[in-house]
């Protein structure tokens, strides 16, 4: 895949910017840059985190009468690993096949098992509202942390709808 300059402020949806997308602690020679190709994948997962982002406002966030642009109890979604480049991932403990090498994951911070699951059912609701489908949705916990793991892959590429409960 070809490599790009990566401007962190650019925009890959409406509240999403690609160095969101790709942040990482790890330091690695290729500067976890992504292709061209790595940024369409990312931005059709952006269309997924702003339904979630909205719905879940929309829903828990916002008294009633509130608007969703201006009210200030809008939520953001919170991104904690989208894009690894293949060394950053394997410095991340990630399997070589993970759907974040192709920037079709993200790992999407929680404050606990509540928000958790009310995010799964949301992209639950989106897919079967929408008629997409997505290839996982994996409610990770670890100790006191949960996130929620979300991958949807290009049109090209079948989508598995796995849904799986991990606790470490």
């Not at 925009?11 to 290729?30: P, Q």
């Not at 201006?70 to 950053?88: D, K, L």
């Not at 509540?114 to 409610?139: H, K, P, S, V, W």
């Amino acid at each position: 895949m070809k490599q790009v300059e990566i401007n962190k402020h650019a925009k890959l949806s409406e509240h999403m910017t690609l160095g969101e997308l790709t942040k990482t602690k790890h330091v690695t020679a290729d500067g976890n840059i992504p292709s061209h190709e790595v940024i369409e994948n990312l931005k059709r997962l952006c269309w997924w985190l702003e339904e979630l982002r909205y719905s879940y406002n929309t829903l828990y966030c916002l008294q009633p009468g509130e608007d969703y642009d201006t009210s200030e109890n809008v939520e953001g979604i919170v991104v904690n690993s989208g894009y690894r480049s293949p060394a950053v991932n394997k410095l991340a403990g990630g399997v070589a096949t993970s759907n974040h090498v192709t920037g079709c994951a993200v790992d999407i911070r929680c404050a606990g098992k509540e928000q958790m699951i009310r995010y799964a059912c949301i992209l639950l609701d989106i897919a079967d509202g929408t008629d997409q489908n997505f290839d996982e949705l994996l409610l990770e916990q670890h100790g006191n942390i949960c996130w929620v793991h979300f991958a949807v892959r290009p049109p090209s590429q079948q989508n598995r709808r796995k849904i799986l409960f991990i606790k470490a």
